[in-house]
């Protein structure tokens, strides 16, 4: 407990849900309707620390670079290497040691990096609360709150912090990982008397952590970070360290058993090289130096600075990545089911219709003055959500929005109307239901306005308001105009009211939303994104279906999805009532045809992801809604929107559209593929150099010639050729057509598509090309025939390099200029490799020797046979001789 400099103890916070709000308020020193100023809220901040829990331990700059000299074989290397120092050549020991250390800061800097870019996309991610301060409402970081703030809740929030309630619209939260209740908990605002309350009884408490389902209500902060209940049970969120993709996990068991056979090699090198009459020292450090350099312990590592930085260079393009493993499924993606409003189009609705009393207008300010019109526009600015914030500029839902605006071409002021009648009662719109109902006491008594989806409200409506009187409702008729509206590819707005004496006594949706009057039809639009044809076709090009899923009307389906090219204009839609009774088996047998769905609750999503995988199919969901929670969990790769979503899609999403654009996910799609194409070329590279780095001094024992590389050539060539023109391979630029062709199948080896093969014969043939460089220059006398089997080597790997940038197309048709950084490591590779030839102060180091103009020539003409072997290859791979695989 703390205390001050007298000892005397701090006391213990209040029991805050048996307070009312007044006194709550005055605890807390704050303002109920104003909150916080924005100067105490930041006084609050800097004495009291950001609310948010303790990170779980993450290894420091220190710990990164010590956990590069841990690996066994280096360890191993460097004993070896002082040993060798001890009773033999102490500079060979020295520069031994040297290259190790440098190889560790490479690794540091690989793993460094990804990091950082890691903790860059969590800062990205990092959630967000609705404060009032000021009496104005603003949006800021959660990490920013502190007790006494005002926060607003609505469905789909995480609660941000500890709050006592003081306002609650059918609030309910969902308590499960704090009590263990599956069932949300309703919420009061009303004070609670018994003092030591279950935490699952607290009604008029929301917790940090807990996720609003349903209704909206407004608290003030109690505890923040580790002060909240959340923080006094933190191990709950604590991390269990960080998953390996699938990816990483196969190369990483890969990895294990090559290094079984690299060892064995190694050995037989070893024994060999004794056989032959070698040093035992000189035998033992080349057989530990070639298992080094040939175990890539490092490929799981790379492969998460790939995708970490992938994930950066997503996120610049409004795409954050939320886990890793998204990236990889990314390029195997055959479904994209997409919401249809801001997604596929603009969100940025407009009425351009209205229907009422027989008659049919376009535009708002057209609007009779007489009734029905009159309380037709009432009723659009007072049961409506729009606000307008502190800087003067309308927040809310679209649709809400646009019907805002009509009542105000309608000269109706919303905040002077809602002072007429103010709202006392309101049941949320859910997806369930359709509709939304609100109350409001004005001086012609108790009016209720209730608007919805058509057929969600006039199967509830007895009568038709017309000019004169009411009269009994033609269901059927105004069912047809409804249609005839949607039919223009309108989503289309039923609204009504009813009169009533009294306030319900209870909130019940079923005993208040039946024997309404209607007042009219309303007709908006919100148009397709220019984008977002073209970003279908794009689709279809790349083997992928795009599927639009919408609450709308199915006839307003049809016709944007025949605007985006998404559907025929005669296809079938399947609407939420068919998907109610289809059979999953029947789903499936649709699932693969459908491209539209209609009238679809959230709920329905999961069926439509199950019914899509049960195909076979790899399915990326969108969603924003609470209810899309578990369709977007349950889909291959889960989309939320970053912009209009809410806090729960996103904490189940994998992917998050920080502008809610349908082109973003076809562009992290592309963007998926070619960092999985360069984890390839990688892995190519890095392999091939191994395997003919283990061919060339594994070989040359049995032809009857000595050592070709001293361990110190092997670890020179695994840092400068491994690292930088590694590297230099995940920026490569997306090869061309990469979404003209289909998906690539999830289980599909990443030594699939002729890879194992290439690394086979590229490493013998590299090998090959070393030992004939070996068995020539030796066999003739040449002094320096270690040197110049050294630079082949080197030279060849290099070559390699640059030949791998594609599989297909040849380096000469994508130019050398083309991915600039490769090209730098090449030259810088190359500038360090004749250093060691010819600086004379390195040529005791590195047991080289200046190579004549000849020598150099020779070695330059035989390291281009890999480069234009690959290059061949290509060429067959083109014309289809090579690694054919079915489509």
Not at 247 to 276: P, W
Not at 353 to 381: F, K, N, S, V, Y
Not at 801 to 821: H, T, W, Y
């Amino acid at each position: 407990m703390k205390s001050d400099g007298n000892n005397t103890p701090a006391p213990a916070p209040p029991v805050w849900h048996g307070l009312d709000a007044g006194d709550v308020a005055r605890a807390l020193n704050t303002d109920l309707q104003q909150g916080l100023s924005a100067a105490e809220a930041a006084r609050r901040l800097e004495q009291g620390g950001p609310n948010e829990l303790r990170a779980a331990h993450r290894r420091s700059p220190w710990q990164m670079l010590a956990a590069q000299f841990t690996d066994f074989m280096i360890l191993v290397l460097i004993g070896a290497a002082v040993v060798a120092g001890v009773v033999g050549e102490p500079q060979d020991a020295i520069a031994i040691v040297v290259i190790v250390v440098l190889n560790a800061f490479v690794g540091f800097f690989q793993e460094f990096r990804a990091e950082r870019s890691m903790q860059a996309l969590r800062k990205l991610g990092s959630p967000h609360a609705r404060v009032v301060r000021g009496g104005q409402v603003a949006d800021i970081a959660a990490r920013e709150l502190v007790p006494g703030d005002a926060v607003l809740l609505e469905a789909g929030n995480i609660v941000p912090a500890d709050l006592r309630l003081t306002e609650s619209a059918r609030l309910k939260v969902q308590e499960a990982a704090l009590t263990g209740e599956s069932n949300a908990a309703d919420k009061q605002a009303a004070v609670l008397d018994q003092g030591d309350l279950p935490l699952g009884d607290r009604r008029n408490m929301a917790y940090n952590g807990t996720v609003v389902t349903y209704g909206r209500g407004r608290g003030l902060v109690t505890g923040t970070g580790m002060a909240t209940e959340l923080g006094r049970i933190a191990t709950l969120l604590e991390s269990a360290g960080d998953q390996q993709t699938p990816l990483q996990r196969r190369l990483a068991q890969f990895g294990k058993r090559l290094a079984l056979a690299a060892l064995g090699i190694c050995a037989i090198v070893f024994v060999a090289g004794l056989l032959r009459g070698e040093p035992v020292v000189l035998m033992f450090l080349t057989a530990v130096s070639l298992a080094v350099a040939a175990i890539p312990e490092a490929l799981p590592a790379v492969v998460t600075v790939a995708l970490a930085l992938g994930a950066g260079r997503m996120a610049s393009r409004n795409a954050l990545v939320r886990r890793l493993p998204a990236v990889e499924t990314l390029g195997s993606v055959t479904f994209i089911c997409s919401d249809k409003t801001g997604t596929l189009t603009q969100n940025r609705m407009r009425v351009v219709a209205l229907h009422a009393d027989g008659t049919d207008i376009e535009a708002a300010q057209d609007a009779p003055r007489h009734e029905p019109w009159a309380m037709l526009m009432r009723a659009l600015a007072l049961s409506n959500d729009a606000q307008v914030d502190a800087l003067g500029e309308l927040k809310g839902d679209p649709t809400e929005l646009a019907l805002y605006v009509a009542a105000q071409e309608a000269g109706l002021d919303k905040a002077l109307l809602a002072g007429d009648y103010p709202r006392v009662l309101e049941l949320p719109f859910d997806s369930e239901r359709k509709r939304m109902t609100t109350f409001h006491a004005g001086p012609d008594g108790l009016l209720a306005f209730t608007k919805g989806a058509p057929e969600a409200v006039l199967a509830h409506c007895a009568r038709v308001a017309g000019r004169q009187a009411e009269s009994p409702i033609n269901a059927g008729e105004w069912t047809a105009i409804a249609e005839r509206m949607a039919a223009e590819g309108l989503r289309v707005l039923a609204v009504a009211f009813r009169r009533w004496p009294l306030l319900p006594a209870a909130p019940d949706p079923d005993a208040i939303e039946h024997d309404l009057v209607l007042l009219g039809l309303v007709g908006l639009i919100d148009p397709p994104r220019e984008e977002a044809a073209a970003a279908v076709a794009e689709c279809m090009s790349a083997g992928i279906t795009p599927v639009m899923i919408t609450g709308d009307h199915p006839v307003t389906a049809r016709a944007i999805a025949h605007r985006l090219g998404i559907a025929d204009e005669g296809m079938e839609v399947i609407d939420g009532a068919a998907l109610k009774v289809l059979s999953p088996a029947a789903l499936r047998e649709h699932a693969g045809a459908a491209r539209v769905y209609a009238r679809v609750d959230p709920e329905q999503k999961i069926r439509i992801v199950e019914a899509l995988q049960g195909r076979g199919e790899i399915v990326a969901m969108t969603g924003d809604g609470v209810n899309d929670a578990p369709a977007l969990k349950r889909a291959d790769i889960g989309v939320a929107m970053g912009k209009g979503g809410t806090d729960v899609a996103r904490e189940a999403s994998s992917l998050v559209l920080l502008d809610d654009n349908f082109a973003t996910i076809v562009a992290a799609v592309r963007e998926g593929r070619r960092i999985y194409d360069n984890i390839r070329k990688f892995i190519k590279y890095t392999m091939t150099s191994n395997s003919g780095e283990i061919w060339t001094i594994f070989l040359a024992p049995f032809l009857g010639l000595p050592i070709p590389l001293l361990p110190i050539h092997i670890l020179w060539i695994n840092l400068v050729t491994d690292g930088l023109p590694g590297l230099a391979l995940a920026v490569e630029p997306q090869e061309r057509g990469v979404m003209q062709r289909p998906p690539r199948p999830p289980k599909e080896s990443v030594f699939a598509r002729g890879m194992w093969q290439h690394i086979v014969w590229v490493g013998l043939l590299m090998g090959g090309v070393c030992i004939a460089t070996q068995a020539w220059a030796y066999t003739t006398g040449q002094a320096h025939w270690q040197t110049m089997v050294f630079t082949v080597l080197t030279l060849s790997q290099l070559g390699h390099a640059l030949a791998v940038r594609s599989e297909r197309d040849s380096l000469f048709m994508q130019g050398l200029l083309s991915n600039r950084p490769l090209l730098g490591a090449v030259l810088l590779t190359l500038a360090l490799q004749l250093a060691v030839i010819y600086v004379p102060a390195l040529n005791p180091i590195f047991h080289t020797a200046p190579l004549s103009v000849g020598e150099l020539g020779a070695c330059l003409v035989l390291s281009t046979l890999v480069f234009f072997a690959v290059e061949i290859e290509k060429v067959l791979v083109r014309a289809g001789r090579l690694y054919r695989q079915e489509p």
